[in-house]
């Protein structure tokens, strides 16, 4: 009988894995081992991927892949997976002194949440695989000692099969530690130990935190934490780290730790951690009689959650409000108001400071390049914060991995994994992190596709022309109209998603697998400090970059200076109008003025910098008499009449296709290759003339 066969809200005990033999593996390390009961939860509401409930935790796997699992409704038919694999088994002021600590442990095991509680890092945190994609290390002094705290990606195994797998284990044995400190989740503790046993062939003293303890205590189960470290041979202590508890007493042991020699290092060299069924024969027999466990796999609130949001019917109508919703919160019911409120202050502060100077080049450089070029983008401030918000209750929250799970079987019609839905989503917060994310994503066809067309996803750099724009041309339209926009790059990278899976990158594909954690209460602290640090780094964007761009910017939009007899500064005989009008033909076809066209120059180095360019160009232009009256850049563009509405959309769709900002680029470069980082910067630009200048042309025929 295979998995395949076996229908909703039945169960049965595996008896073989057949297929590849990196998938078979993979399976084993997460506890698909002969003997295991699994739980048939729940199929997607397309029908695929099926969700399993294994060792208490739930994954998904395609439809196409359950075949290959062979299993039985009987235990008789199976060998004993608990048979006995040891028969003896009885189980604040720096006082100059330095510890370097490796933390390792499963995706969402609440490692990373440890991390920032602990050194006061800044690390992002989120409910699904792939957050941490390199080492991060923190700083803190415990008991005198300054502590360098090295937060590793989170790793079911030191297989390899994944590049944060490869990562860790070449870590673990090219860096010098003096204790790894391995952070399980007590709730799913066997297949958490499969990385301990691992983590110990390293030979370096080790320390366990047995993470989310709270959630073990309401739930009413426990651990005899005590006899799992006589067992294990190295100490374990609950812990609860979004709240702090535990920790000191944690730290205390790990700076103790420091130059022992491992209990465990007889132990470890005995046991084949290649032998997944060795392993957990060896792992089950460290927990009997210890772990007790009332009710295993999912919680019931999880159970009554995923029955509503992955509903074959509801399920894709709940994904679609919330990402509408998110979309009406970050542009329209409450961005925009925050964001008058600053526009209002840098009008008062250039009035004011204009006020008070001389006419002269100057005054034109502080009111006009400075507070004009950065304030035009600091005002996006408010709309940027609340769509990290609310990408990070999503993700801290546990829905992101549900919506990866619903999504799946469209995604594979486009070439796609399930997991490329997570970097596409923070690809709308920046690409740079997105790109970086498609780590999680072991198949390298998948990863290369995804890494491919993360740009079209519209980063929160855009975000100010989308509004400026919406503003000026669509003003009781938009959160439709610039939703449509986004809605237009998912489209267009899904189909090029799919041109690139068949015709440009040609790899065998992997199989799909995917854990879908307990859904949590996001800590309102995490969610609001991840969201800070995105805004923390714009705003020093705004104080470096743009900044000296925006001085950059002035002075070639202000020399040559020319004035006309009424007093105007031509600007199209500036170094920037001539360069604007030289291009201007190229640009003809989208209906874009030299102006516009200066923008999308500047925006090569950073898609801020096209707001920036404009706001400069346009209050070049305007006397102070208009100037005061128009100081807003849409109502500039708009008053200008040098731009229609379908030119307005038109130049939307450029901004969201064409080059992606110069980080990105060497982002790909880093994670794909230069070759394809090249190819990224060619087909996106083609890409963003030939749409821009068809739906302008076709606009103007109705």
């Known amino acids: 009988m295979k998995l395949s066969d076996l229908k909703i809200g039945e169960s049965a005990y595996l008896l073989q894995v057949n297929g590849e033999e990196a998938f078979a593996r993979r399976l084993s390390e997460i506890g698909f081992i002969r003997g295991e009961k699994i739980h048939n939860h729940m199929k997607a509401p397309l029908m695929d991927p099926v969700e399993y409930e294994i060792m208490g935790t739930t994954v998904s796997l395609r439809r196409s892949e359950t075949k290959y699992i062979d299993i039985s409704l009987e235990p008789d038919e199976c060998e004993n997976k608990k048979s006995s694999f040891f028969s003896n088994l009885r189980f604040r002021k720096w006082n100059g002194q330095e510890i370097k600590v490796a933390l390792v442990g499963n995706p969402n095991c609440g490692k990373t949440t440890l991390f920032n509680h602990i050194s006061g890092g800044h690390e992002k945190e989120g409910n699904y695989c792939g957050v941490t994609v390199d080492s991060k290390e923190g700083t803190f002094i415990h008991n005198g000692v300054k502590v360098y705290l090295i937060d590793l990606p989170g790793t079911y195994s030191l297989a390899s099969y994944s590049p944060e797998e490869k990562y860790v284990e070449d870590f673990l044995k090219n860096t010098k530690i003096d204790v790894i400190l391995n952070v ?242 923070c690809g709308f917060g920046c690409n740079v992190p997105a790109i970086m994310s498609t780590r999680g994503i072991e198949n390298r066809k998948n990863r290369l596709v995804t890494i491919l067309i993360c740009s079209l996803f519209s980063c929160s750099a855009r975000i100010p022309v989308y509004t400026v724009l919406a503003n000026a041309f669509f003003p009781n339209r938009v959160t439709p109209i610039i939703f449509s926009v986004y809605l237009v790059g998912i489209a267009i990278a899904l189909v090029l998603a799919k041109i690139f899976s068949v015709f440009l990158v040609k790899e065998q594909e992997m199989n799909y697998l995917m854990e879908l954690p307990e859904y949590r209460l996001p800590s309102l602290f995490n969610v609001l400090k991840h969201a800070w640090e995105r805004g923390k780094q714009y705003l020093m964007k705004m104080g470096t970059i743009i900044l000296m761009a925006s001085i950059l910017i002035w002075v070639v939009s202000y020399f040559p200076h020319h004035e006309t007899d009424e007093g105007r500064l031509k600007t199209d005989e500036t170094f920037i109008g001539i360069v604007g009008k030289f291009i201007e033909p190229v640009f003809r076809p989208q209906g874009f003025n030299w102006q516009m066209d200066v923008g999308l120059i500047s925006g090569l180095s950073a898609k801020e910098l096209v707001v920036t360019t404009l706001n400069i160009v346009y209050g070049g232009e305007a006397d102070a008499e208009i100037d005061q009256q128009t100081n807003n850049l849409s109502k500039k563009l708009k008053d200008s009449g040098a731009l229609n509405a379908n030119g307005a959309y038109a130049y939307m769709l450029f901004n969201l296709l064409y080059f992606p900002c110069m980080a990105t680029i060497a982002t790909i470069g880093h994670e794909a290759g230069w070759k394809w980082a090249g190819f990224s910067i060619c087909y996106t630009c083609a890409l963003a003339w030939v749409v821009s200048a068809v739906f302008y042309q076709v606009s103007r025929l109705f």
């Not at 130990?193 to 205590?217: H, I, R």
């Not at 202590?237 to 702090?244: C, D, E, N, R």
């Not at 491992?262 to 957990?280: L, R």
């Not at 929250?397 to 549900?402: F, I, Q, V």
Request: charged fraction near 20%.
């Open 184 to 425: 399980l989740d007590s709730n799913n503790l066997e297949r958490n130990l499969y990385l301990t046993l691992q983590c110990q062939k390293a030979g370096v003293p080790m320390v366990g935190a047995l993470n989310m303890y709270d959630e073990l205590e309401k739930r009413g189960d426990s651990i005899d934490h005590q006899e799992l470290s006589n067992r294990l041979k190295m100490n374990f202590f609950p812990t609860t780290s979004k709240y702090g508890k535990g920790l000191t007493q944690l730290f205390d042991e790990v700076l103790d730790a420091k130059g022992t020699i491992p209990k465990f290092k007889k132990q470890a060299e005995i046991i084949d951690t290649n032998n997944t069924g060795e392993c957990y024969a060896y792992i089950n027999q460290a927990l009997e009689g210890i772990y007790n466990r009332k009710k295993s796999g999912k919680s019931m609130i999880t159970s009554r959650i995923d029955t509503i949001v992955t509903n074959r019917w509801l399920g894709f109508i709940i994904f679609a409000l919330i990402i509408f919703i998110i979309f009406g919160f970050t542009f329209d019911w409450c961005g925009n108001f925050i964001t008058d409120l600053i526009q209002l202050f840098f009008d008062w502060l250039s009035e004011t400071i204009g006020n008070h100077m001389g006419d002269g080049r100057l005054k034109d450089l502080i009111c006009d390049g400075i507070i004009g070029g950065v304030g035009g983008v600091m005002v996006f401030l408010p709309n940027i914060l609340i769509l990290f918000i609310c990408v990070s209750l999503m993700e801290e929250s546990g829905y992101m991995a549900r919506a990866a799970f619903i999504l799946d079987r469209i995604m594979r019609v486009f070439g796609l994994h399930g997991k490329s839905f997570i970097p596409m989503i």
